[in-house]
């Protein structure tokens, strides 16, 4: 099993940028394909982006594509999401998300593993 903890999270101007990161416990990180999923409220949870194994193949959401970048170190057990150009519409709870098995998951009951959420706040 794995842990994972995300942090990077909070108050941003429309346009502005953020680095979310999500930290792995574990020594079989490489082993994982990793997502970003949000949830605004009083809506339901969907996906952002999703990145393979070793990192050489990435997919996103048609929301975020051209302006959110997925990214891994397995050897620092991280991953992020780098997010530029930020709209009102992005305000959720981002969440980390790893599954050992599917390796083209893109929902969310395709994941086993999740951390807490953080907060990002888009102000226009």
């Known amino acids: 099993q794995v842990q994972l903890v995300e942090s990077g999270g909070g108050l941003v101007q429309a346009g502005g940028s953020l680095r979310l990161s999500c930290a792995a416990s574990?020594?079989?990180?490489?082993?994982?394909?990793m997502g970003w999923f949000r949830q605004a409220p009083g809506k339901e949870r969907e996906f952002v982006a999703r990145?393979?194994?070793?990192?050489?193949?990435?997919y996103y959401a048609d929301s975020v594509k051209g302006r959110f970048i997925i990214s891994r170190d397995n050897a620092k057990n991280l991953v992020h999401l780098q997010m530029s150009s930020l709209k009102a519409d992005d305000t959720a709870v981002y969440y980390c998300?790893?599954?050992?098995?599917?390796?083209?998951?893109?929902?969310?009951?395709?994941?086993?593993?999740w951390g807490q959420g953080t907060q990002v706040t888009v102000s226009s």
């Open positions: 574990g020594r079989t990180f490489g082993a994982y394909t």
């Open positions: 998300a790893a599954t050992q098995y599917i390796s083209l998951a893109y929902r969310d009951y395709q994941y086993e593993y």
């Open positions: 990145i393979s194994r070793s990192g050489t193949s990435t």
